[in-house]
């Protein structure tokens, strides 16, 4: 049998003005994450400590915005938010878990599986 293929990022674009982050996957799916979204699902060790059975949303202290968005391999993104916190990789099958579209249910639970 073979493995499926997980969709890979193709874009991640910046949208400053609505404070979000557009993600552009190779099997078409296009989803909007609120920056302050992103920073309370923080994947970082400090954030979601060292079980990686669930992972816990924790909402930021303050209203964040992206500083920098880099690629991790071929497999995660990485984020340097304005509050100074930027050692959480996004893989991106993460990413498609706790996609907040309507399309895929949003995540609506404050818990996920790690």
């Keep these: 049998m073979k493995p499926t293929m997980q969709p890979v990022l193709t874009e991640a674009r910046r949208l400053?003005?609505?404070v979000r982050l557009r993600l552009t996957?190779?099997?078409?799916h296009v989803a909007e994450y609120a920056y302050d979204y992103l920073r309370g699902w923080c994947p970082c060790a400090g954030c979601q400590g060292h079980s990686n059975l669930k992972m816990h949303?924790?909402?930021p202290a303050r209203p964040v915005t992206a500083e920098s968005i880099k690629p991790v391999g071929n497999y995660?993104?990485?984020?340097a938010f304005s509050d100074g916190h930027g050692t959480g990789i996004y893989r991106?099958?993460?990413?498609?878990q706790i996609c907040p579209c309507e399309r895929c249910g949003g995540v609506g639970?404050?818990?996920v599986e790690g």
């Design 109 to 111: 639970e404050e818990e």
């Design 92 to 96: 991106y099958d993460f990413l498609r």
């Design 57 to 59: 949303y924790h909402p």
């Design 76 to 79: 995660a993104i990485s984020i």
């Design 25 to 28: 996957w190779s099997d078409g």
């Design 16 to 18: 400053p003005e609505e």
